[in-house]
């Protein structure tokens, strides 16, 4: 039967959490911090996000003042260290948020990162903190059972306009309720994207598990796949004695590779079968080769970077063209972040009439 696009379910939903007042990032509120666990038990897929975010925010911001400029005073944070925060957040989710504080003269004082994945929308029917941001660091419930709404931070959207800002602290209760604003980004201008990764998702689950394979069959001494039958057991004392016995013959780390079949047998002696698997290891090599392919090509990545060194995989030359090509593809997200970067500058206290490029790399610096 054909499929339809009916038959293809949808990357995530966005159900309203009605019990914390917010819109999920998915049915477990918890899809960026599954992003970011599968990409980092993943080579392949750590890389080329590694190599995708550098090509971002390139050698940082052309001008010396701009990218010297202390844009978090508390945190001593300039300017081309938030750059390179934010191309990194594009590089895993595809958007990226900053925090403005004003003063009363309704001027920004400072930009401070927030990361992606802690950030969720409001409902319209949140009684407290309608249509607005909510910033927390336990949304998919990996550090507490249950979600800690006094450590919420509910933050107004990014608007610089003077009555704006005057309308939202008042609703606070002054300056020094004031929360300031988010300035959320995010790629096709959508509430929750999908990360750039989550086209080829399943090939990093992938090449992940390929490397635990490996890793199993280190600590098993490459050990063949077994059934080994035995007798009934007398209780489960004996039982577990004898599986660890069995396991600390199979490798450091349990591996499993034997399986046991006992029988209800009078007999007590061991029945040990191998199981052969046709060109296991043929079949693993071709399966970790293809979705190491299949991510590279998702991120458009000349194979020639991934090993940037000449003589080795390319020449000076293949690498520079490489840089220059792979320059041409993430220019447009560069200028998006120029031009945020523009904005978030605008009638601030910090220097005036700054210029926003940013340097591409170089193929020295790939």
Known sequence: MKAT?????????????????????????????????????????????????????????????????????????????????????ISKFNGFAIHVNYNALFKKTSL?????????????????????????????????????????????FYNPDPEAIQEQVDKAGGWDKYNGQLFYWSVDGVEYPLAPSDSVLEDVQTDSHAKVFKFRNITTNFMASHILETGEFEDVQEK???????????????????????????????????????????????????????????YLIPSVLLLATPGKLGTANEIQDATAFYNGVTKDLRIVIEEAFEELFENSMFIVQPEFYIIPVTAKTV
């Open 112 to 156: 401070n990162y927030i990361p992606f994945q802690d950030v969720r929308f409001t409902t319209q029917d949140n009684s407290d903190y309608p249509n607005m941001l909510a910033v927390y660091n336990d949304w998919d419930k990996t550090k507490n059972s249950k979600i800690k709404k006094e450590e919420i931070d509910y933050i107004d």
């Open 240 to 298: 577990e004695a004898f599986l660890d016995n069995i396991n600390t013959f199979q490798g450091s780390d349990d591996a499993s590779k034997i399986l046991l079949l006992e029988k209800s047998t009078d007999e007590s002696s061991f029945v040990l079968t191998k199981v052969d698997i046709q060109d296991i290891d043929k079949l693993y090599q071709f399966t970790e080769e293809s979705v190491r392919d299949n991510i590279i090509r998702n």
């Open 5 to 89: 696009i009916t038959d293809i379910e949808k990357r995530i939903e966005t159900p309203v959490n009605k019990t914390e007042g917010i819109i999920n990032y998915d049915v477990d509120n918890g899809y960026p911090q599954r992003i970011n666990t599968i990409l980092n038990s993943s080579g392949t897929g750590t890389l080329c996000t590694s190599i995708f975010g550098k090509f971002l925010y390139g050698g940082g911001f052309l001008q010396e003042a701009l990218a010297k400029t202390i844009v978090s005073p508390a945190k001593k944070m300039t300017a081309n260290k938030l750059l390179f925060k934010t191309g990194k957040s």
